[in-house]
């Protein structure tokens, strides 16, 4: 089943912080005077003393400090109606994205007053994280036992009077507490995006679903995909859709510098001086809308989208090199779907980024996707605003959208003379080198991107012509099909299998036990007289309860995946597991995949175990500055304070070894979906989806869509979570979700928090149709999936009921049944009474009945909250009930809180296991999933019956 012909889609507004450019017109203008953005980084942050080095050899350094960074960025709270205290605490990359956001949607006449359709909205963004606004990132500063423990055990501290030595404990603590922690931005998301997107939705107060994408470089193109799927499929009618860089720091200078991309002298993109780039941050947005609907709401069409895929490499011989192939497929599929010829494209921006290995195989595809395109010129808009990574697409789609409105192409001003690795065969097109005026032909130009993993994506637009004819919309789709679950397969806390999940769940057992000082050193950081709730700053540094339910060490055969030892001692858990679970997903599924028609989506997120790792050595410059200022105040001379602080870095780094060019490729956050794709050998789209804790039912709701319209047969999907670190376990005891006794009874009089969980949990996806084609087990069908944002409330951390009962009505819509025939729901249940009371007034008002009320169940008792990968474990736990046709029992308090008593009646919360017995209508189940900046995601499942 072929991807139908993409319909055209209007961009009608559009936004942008870049470097030197806060606003689109700016940024025009730049580019018409050939300015470059890209110069050496300066200022505290980047101490060439602590970072740099001329020798590319040196231990944990960088040889380069050119960058383009945004820079005097001024952040209006009352336009965004964020209060003064919370301003200080927002991350740079978090004001560039409202702020573009902001210009996107007023810049097409949709502000926050006007009346629109405010529920049909989406907003998504490519994203891999923040990153981080200071050197001294969440996961170190937090560490504060660890590191005055790794103080304490030098010579140079032993040489201190005891006085001498508490008193320099105490004040290191007050300034790193003053320096780092008070205002700092870091805390508030732990990186994550999504809950920015949630601020977004808040000010608008959008209710269509938001979520982040990432696919390393060409996540921007990949995001719009997305937001291309949601609009043909109708699931949404408008979409702010854009991307976001990580922000500039020296860590993330030290570790692409080890992979030698960086240059010492500029960015020259597929010229002979190229050399290596430089980083650049930034946010761009756009608003989408179908181009018939744009025409008949009379909006200010910018621009129009014709086509946008995007291809996998399958397996290859590095993560961070890159494909011709893969280049030259992504950019037949865009033109494809597009139904334009190449020969009709004028100019191409080709995501070059000044390194020649990696900007020849760009060429090399593109040329071989466009031979015979006389016409055709190219570009690259790196040599202005550097590498902007996750940003980097839709930056050049911008550039190409104001350049064929404008109808002027702007020259690559940089170019001189081709690089002798990027001329394959002399059949490249030519670099524009002069500005060149678009007055004959169609006004079409295309955008690639390429990202590491093997990824690529190509999108093709074109000047929108108020005159030609209508290009007609979409066809009435006819009933969706139901999704077959042909695979699945987990590890979750005790649990390495689904039966094993099931099992322990039917016998009552709780995973939930001691964290182990092997994981990190929790005798430092304990304190059982903490007050629950308390957020002193003498509970900056503590945990109440060290419980987690956790997933049993086992040897990795990295062999069997091809992986080198040296990476395979870089890589997170989190890249093990998906691809062990995979793999055993796979096999349970039985069958082989259609190569170029398999997509891998994992969900995923920032700030995972190894990320510690590599902060523990490269954030510690900013910890010996504090302690420098201490000991210098105290006395001591300075040859006895720098000895110190050599030792204090030795014995705070212990064995971790230092960043190679394996570190980059073991903590980025796109990897467990690429590493999967060239383990099983697919060549689909790969990426990670991030939406908080709903984020395994998003990439279940995205795989749906693509299985729906064709754009893959087959797909690899689910999510993991490894991060049960000190620095979070820390932050979540600080704002008091964490249970205090250490397990979790959700509803319940006697619920007080959650606990920690982690695990991984991966589904094989098909249409019916194949399926039953193909053969093989049907575990269970996906009937529907809805998702939505709360919008406008009181805070974006606390979720309502309203929201969660509208994903759950547009699951039942897109399932096609009602929601009386819904049994069973396994529901979010996080043990904390601001989300149990809205998720049970949301359950009451839809599905609630006094007549065999609808069964309420929750895995996390069992196996803690795994965040991330949570709904997986609840969808598994559905699956099997359907199956077994047994409601699993509801572990949890013997009374259900006094708030909750109205709902006892119309809903069931069970506390034992009861047959699960229906007429001739098969067994219905639904899971619920919900998360911090106001998403909400609701998957409706049904057994399978064999029916001819």
Known sequence: ?????????????????????????????????????????????????????????????????????????????????????????????????????????????????????????????????????????????????????????????????????????????????????????????????????????????????????????????????????????????????????????????????????????????????????????????????????????????????????????????????????????????ALRRAAVAADSVCFVETGATGVPSWDAHLVEGLSDAYRGSNGVSIGAISESVGDLQTASSLAAMLKVLLSLRERTLVPQRSFRTLHPDVAPGGT???????????????????????????????????????????????????????????????????????????????????????????????????????????????????????????????????????????????????????????????????????????????????????????????AFPELAGVYRQVLSRSGLPTDRVERFITQAREAFQGQQPPISSDSLPGILNSAPATRVARALDVRGPAFTVESACASTLTALSLAIQGLRDGRWDVAVVGGVWSQITAPYCVNMCFVGAISPKGRMRPFSQEADGFVHGEGCGIFVLKRLSDAKRDGGRIHALIRGVGGSTDGRGKSIFASQARGQALAMRRALRDSGVGAESIQYVEAHATGMLEGDLPEAGALVEVYGREARPVRIGAIKPHIGHSYIASAGAGVLRAVLALQRGVFPPLLTGAELNARLASCEGPLSFARDASPWQVGDAPRRAAVNAYGFGGTNYHLILEEYRDTP
């Open 1 to 333: 089943m072929p991807a139908e012909a993409q319909e055209p889609i209007a961009i009608i507004g559009m936004g942008c912080v870049l470097p030197d450019a806060h606003d689109v017109p700016t940024f025009w203008q730049n580019l018409l005077a050939g300015h470059v953005a890209v110069r050496p980084l300066t200022g505290a942050r980047w101490d060439w003393s602590a970072y740099g080095s001329d020798d590319p050899n040196a231990v944990d350094r960088t040889t380069s400090f050119l960058g383009a960074p945004v820079e005097g960025l001024k952040f209006d709270w009352k336009k965004f109606k964020v209060p003064p205290i919370e301003t200080r605490l927002l991350h740079t990359i978090e004001m560039m994205v409202l702020e573009s956001a902001v210009q996107a949607m007023t810049s097409a006449g949709y502000t926050p007053e006007r009346e629109f359709a405010r529920d049909r909205v989406a907003v998504i963004a490519g994203s891999s994280g923040m990153g981080r606004k200071s050197n001294l990132g969440f996961n170190t500063k937090w560490r504060l036992p660890e590191l005055l423990r790794a103080a304490s055990q030098t010579e140079a501290w032993k040489e201190l009077s005891p006085e001498q030595a508490g008193l320099v404990a105490r004040q290191v603590q007050e300034e790193l507490v003053r320096q780092h922690i008070d205002g700092s931005d870091d805390w508030a998301f732990w990186g994550f995006m999504s809950p920015v997107l949630g601020r977004v939705c808040s000010l608008f107060d959008l209710h269509g679903p938001h979520f982040c994408v990432d696919a390393h470089a060409a996540s921007g193109l990949a995001a719009l995909e997305t937001a291309v799927q949601g609009l043909m499929s109708g699931e949404w009618d408008m979409a702010l859709v854009g991307a976001a860089s990580p922000a500039l720091s020296p860590m993330e200078y030290v570790l692409h510098d080890k992979l030698r991309r960086l240059s010492k002298r500029g960015v020259f993109p597929l010229d002979a001086r190229a050399d290596g780039t430089a980083l650049g941050e930034g946010a761009v947005m756009f608003l989408l809308k179908p181009l018939e609907a744009a025409r008949r709401d009379g909006d200010p069409i910018q621009g129009v989208l014709r086509g946008v895929g995007g291809v996998n490499r399958g397996a290859g011989p590095s993560m961070t090199a890159t494909d011709a192939q893969a280049h030259r497929r992504a950019a037949e599929e």
């Open 428 to 618: 490249s097109p030519r670099v524009l080198t002069e500005q060149a005026a678009l007055t004959r032909g169609p006004r079409r130009a295309a955008v690639h991107a390429a990202g590491f993993g093997g990824v690529a994506w190509h999108a093709v637009v074109e000047a929108y012509d108020a005159q030609a004819p209508q290009v007609r919309g979409r066809a009435p789709r006819p009933p969706a099909e139901p999704i077959a679950m042909v695979g699945f397969a987990c590890k979750y806390p005790d649990a390495p299998s689904p039966e094993v999940l099931w099992e322990n769940a039917l016998k009552g057992h709780c995973a939930v036990g001691d964290i182990p000082e092997s994981r990190w050193p929790v005798s430092l950081y304990h304190d059982a007289s903490r007050a629950w709730g308390g957020t002193s700053r003498e509970t900056f540094f503590r945990v109440y309860s060290p419980k987690a339910a956790l997933v049993a060490e086992a040897s990795f055969r990295f062999t069997e995946f091809g992986i080198p030892p040296n990476a395979v001692a870089r890589m997170d858990p989190a890249q093990r597991w998906t691809l062990e679970v995979a793999k055993a997903a796979v096999a349970d599924a039985g069958r082989a995949l259609p190569s170029e028609r398999t997509a891998v989506i994992v969900a995923t997120t920032p700030g995972n175990l190894q990320e510690i790792a590599v902060e523990t050595r490269l």
